[in-house]
């Protein structure tokens, strides 16, 4: 699991058969300080909800998407856990 920093959405005009009518997001990984940047921006599939500059949980385990998602075989590497309210004393007020 990593936490992660919502950036923005991602568009497809072509998508794996499993993609179709799921939200794409572009996800920034984050160090355990939950500040810094851990590596390259990545794409998310989110069943959520999840927004823009929202802090997100995600997961890279095959077994947890397809529990989430329902399908089998898809080609999604990493999908939204879950939805993080606040850190407590790591992050800084906007």
Known sequence: MQTALVLGNATSTTKHPTLENLKLL??????????????????AVDHLGAGVGETVMLTSDGGAVKEIFKIENSPIRWAVLGLIDEFQGTRSKV
């Open 26 to 43: 572009v996800c920034q990984p984050l160090m355990s300080d939950n500040q810094t940047p851990d590596g390259p921006p990545l794409i």
